[in-house]
């Protein structure tokens, strides 16, 4: 339970961080400013005094000087964004932004090539969109519509009416519901998926204009971007599917149940397109000169969701990784074995660029050193975690970043296992390679902007992506300068807890039967209720037993509507000798080991554990979010050979 109920929580905890911060702000779509004008990402950029880095090697004090006084990441990241906008998987921005990528890499003297994954069935491409009620008062509206749903024509103004909760319901309102905005009221939650199904069809005979349902952002101010890009050419959905900030629902609702008669007005411009549409990932090298058939990879995925400019999620890794490749390149560096830098496609539909790379190249992964992942927004790299086995490599590897900002401190930490989960170092942990997902501080409010409207450059911390930037080309050239390898001995992750455990607030929304935490004791339905005779209020209780990381423990649940007590044993888990058996193999080699602090550099301030949460549970949240979609359904794009 102890992974488990880490993982679970930072998922619940990044949702409840997200729900804290209510500063609202209107979804704004990119303004392009006159070429060279200034924009207020550029104070990153005004002269800072560069004291030159402590190094007898003349490549890091070069990338320190340059990224200090001669940054390019915000704006590339700022050109990429604003020329593009958000880049979906199968649009027509992310093909441009693709090209773009490849041509800046080459530019800075890179070998650089777009290596096709594979194709989706049907492109889409989002103009714009906006709403309001129009009566009884008018109100404007801050809503999406997921990628790969229709739009209309607009605007198309028409009366708000509550959704019928039977298909008897819908031939009454038969005459008042062509062109209509239907409403989701509480009561459609109830209904069972096969009437549902049924009174959706009768919509769309009736020829509604769309649904209109509430975000599931409870605290009203998000409004979160998704989609399923599995559909086909011949069937394209035909429902317009509004979901609308659950504070405005909330009102409109409240007035058409007061007897109100509401009217409502959308526009929206969503296009399909016919494919397959070719998906890629951007490759670019810069050739090792002693070891050229062995690799560390750096980079991030470049495609995003669509409802507002992919800054955070995910142009900050683009940009980084960009970066990074230019300072190398500037400060002369000739590593002793390949640096990959590589954007991969498909992310947000589930890791699908990263996972065929892995599938299509074999026979290199035993050659690839190590994987490092900039995926977890604008919050500076504070750190990564690495088994034991590989701790001292990757102590010599990023000396240079302990000390290279004292207000951005960079720790290693011991790691039992490698930490596979919502990003593209997943596939290749999969495949027995050491990926890394770096730690990641500061003030930025992931879930705020992770798949929301405020996914934009206003979001953006300039001055931590200078230093990622810095960061990454460091831990790059560190890295490929090693004697050897990464040591992956016993990293390879045992038994993952997580799998099979799904968590909405304190209830266990899912645990798969056989699982871990099926074995534990756990069952789907269960709310937590007291942990060793203590009441969990909220997931902040639990933090002790995040912390002690306990096999055994009792907890009371909710279940069916009595209090039950569990005595859980993670010890019944299958892979529980596995891990005793290696951490036996630890204790002999490295004796005694501290999993909580860094062993090298300093941690980021404010407590380990909470910038753990802060940093890097958006990311975990979304892991999961696309393991509900991936068993959803089954279907996956072809994956296809190299092209360019
Ligand atoms: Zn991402």
């Known amino acids: 339970?102890?992974?488990?109920?880490?993982?679970?929580?930072?998922?619940?905890?990044?949702?409840?961080?997200?729900?804290?911060?209510?500063?609202?702000?209107?979804?704004?779509?990119?303004?392009?400013?006159?070429?060279?004008?200034?924009?207020?990402?550029?104070?990153?950029?005004?002269?800072?005094?560069?004291?030159?880095?402590?190094?007898?090697?003349?490549?890091?004090?070069?990338?320190?000087?340059?990224?200090?006084?001669?940054?390019?990441?915000?704006?590339?990241?700022?050109?990429?964004?604003?020329?593009?906008?958000?880049?979906?998987?199968?649009?027509?921005?992310?093909?441009?932004?693709?090209?773009w990528a490849r041509d800046q890499f080459e530019g800075f003297g890179l070998e650089a090539r777009l290596e096709r994954w594979g194709d989706v069935p049907v492109g889409f491409d989002r103009g714009p969109w906006w709403g309001r009620m129009v009566a009884p008062e008018p109100m404007d509206l801050d809503f999406i519509t997921p990628a790969w749903s229709p739009g209309i024509v607009g605007p198309h103004r028409a009366a708000a009416i509550a959704y019928p909760t039977s298909v008897k319901a819908v031939a009454k309102l038969e005459d008042t519901l062509k062109g209509a905005w239907v409403l989701y009221t509480p009561a459609v939650k109830e209904l069972d998926s096969s009437v549902k199904d049924k009174i959706d069809a009768a919509l769309v005979d009736a020829q509604i204009a769309g649904t209109v349902r509430p975000d599931r952002d409870k605290s009203g101010k998000l409004v979160h971007t998704s989609g399923d890009f599995r559909i086909d050419w011949g069937a394209i959905p035909s429902l317009v599917d509004v979901r609308l900030r659950s504070d405005q629902h909330k009102e409109i609702l409240s007035r058409i149940e007061a007897g109100e008669s509401v009217e409502l007005e959308f526009s929206i411009d969503n296009r399909f397109f016919r494919g397959p549409v070719p998906q890629h990932n951007v490759v670019a090298d810069i050739v090792g000169s002693e070891f050229p058939d062995e690799y560390v990879i750096v980079g991030g995925h470049i495609d995003s969701w669509d409802g507002a400019q992919g800054v955070i999620d995910n142009g900050t890794g683009v940009a980084t990784t960009l970066e990074a490749a230019r300072l190398l390149m500037a400060a002369g560096a000739r590593p002793r074995r390949t640096i990959r830098f590589m954007l991969w496609g498909g992310e947000e539909q589930g890791l699908w660029g990263s996972r065929s790379y892995v599938d299509a190249n074999p026979d290199i992964m035993p050659r690839i050193s190590a994987v490092l992942v900039h995926d977890g927004g604008t919050n500076f790299l504070s750190g990564l975690d690495v088994t034991p086995e590989m701790a001292e490599a990757a102590k010599e590897a990023f000396a240079p970043v302990f000390d290279l900002d004292e207000k951005k401190p960079f720790g290693l930490y011991f790691a039992k296992q490698l930490t596979p989960g919502g990003s593209d170092h997943s596939p290749f942990i999969a495949a027995g390679v050491p990926g890394f997902f770096w730690r990641q501080s500061g003030d930025a409010n992931y879930g705020f902007t992770h798949h929301t409207q405020h996914d934009t450059l206003e979001h953006l911390r300039p001055d931590y992506q200078k230093h990622s930037a810095m960061v990454v080309a460091l831990g790059a050239w560190g890295l490929a300068n090693l004697d050897g390898q990464l040591d992956r001995t016993d990293s390879a992750p045992l038994g993952d807890r997580r799998s099979g455990v799904r968590m909405s607030g304190l209830t266990l929304t899912e645990v798969k039967e056989g699982s871990s935490a099926y074995h534990a004791g756990f069952r789907s339905g269960d709310t937590l209720a007291r942990f060793e005779g203590k009441d969990i209020k909220s997931l902040m209780d639990l933090l002790p037993l995040i912390r002690a990381e306990r096999e055994q423990f009792k907890m009371t649940v909710k279940r069916k509507g009595k209090l039950v007590e569990l005595d859980i044993d993670y010890s019944k888990d299958p892979s529980a000798e596995k891990r005793k058996e290696r951490e036996a193999r630890r204790r002999a080699r490295f004796g005694q080991l501290e999993y909580g602090e860094p062993f090298a550099g300093r941690a980021a301030g404010g407590g380990g554990l909470m910038n753990l949460l802060r940093g890097r549970g958006g990311s975990k949240a979304k892991a999961n979010a696309k393991a509900d979609d991936g068993e959803a359904k089954g279907q996956t794009p072809a994956p296809a050979g190299a092209d360019k």
């Open 1 to 99: 339970m102890k992974r488990a109920t880490l993982r679970v929580l930072l998922v619940s905890l990044a949702g409840l961080l997200a729900a804290g911060c209510a500063a609202a702000t209107a979804p704004t779509p990119a303004a392009t400013p006159a070429p060279g004008a200034a924009s207020p990402n550029d104070v990153a950029a005004a002269p800072t005094p560069a004291p030159t880095i402590e190094s007898d090697d003349p490549v890091v004090v070069r990338i320190v000087e340059l990224g200090r006084t001669d940054s390019r990441v915000n704006p590339l990241l700022r050109e990429m964004t604003e020329k593009f906008g958000p880049r979906l998987t199968g649009s027509h921005a992310l093909m441009e932004a693709e090209r």
